[in-house]
Nanobody, 126 residues
Framework: QVQLVESGGGLVQAGGSLRLSCAAS????????MGWFRQAPGKEREFVAA????????YLADSVKDRFTISRDNAKNTMYLQMNSLKAEDTAVYYC???????????????????WGQGTQVTVSS
């Protein structure tokens, strides 16, 4: 079992920045992929970013690749999502997720992730 706890959400003006954190516990993460997904009101949950823990290779959705970045701190077992130049359309609940069986072809598929955090709200005012 992997426990995931997100933090760092809040209200920010358009053009501003936020950094989300996802603290993981329960398992060694070396074989895991960890990801960020988001769900806006009335919309399906969508992929935002992911990182392969062992190599640090990152994957970003096209909609955020020029504004967001994902990173991890091995010592703290924590993943981050740095969000810059935020837009109103970035408003959503952001979830972190993890799984040890993710491949490059499935990294954007939320159904492939077994472990999820409770989510943190990000609201961008225009």
């Amino acid at each position: 079992q992997v426990q995931l706890v997100e933090s760092g959400g809040g209200l920010v003006q358009a053009g501003g920045s936020l950094r989300l954190s996802c603290a993981a516990s329960g398992r060694t993460l070396s074989n895991y992929v960890m990801g960020w997904f988001r769900q806006a009101p009335g919309k399906e949950r969508e992929f935002v970013a992911a990182i392969r823990w062992s190599s640090g290779i990152i994957y970003l959705a096209d909609s955020v690749k020029d504004r967001f970045t994902i990173s991890r701190d091995n010592a703290k077992n924590t993943m981050y999502l740095q969000m810059n130049s935020l837009k109103a359309e970035d408003t959503a609940v952001y979830y972190c997720a993890a799984d040890s069986r993710i491949t490059r072809s499935t990294i954007r598929d939320l159904v492939e992730y077994d472990y999820w955090g409770q989510g943190t709200q990000v609201t961008v005012s225009s």
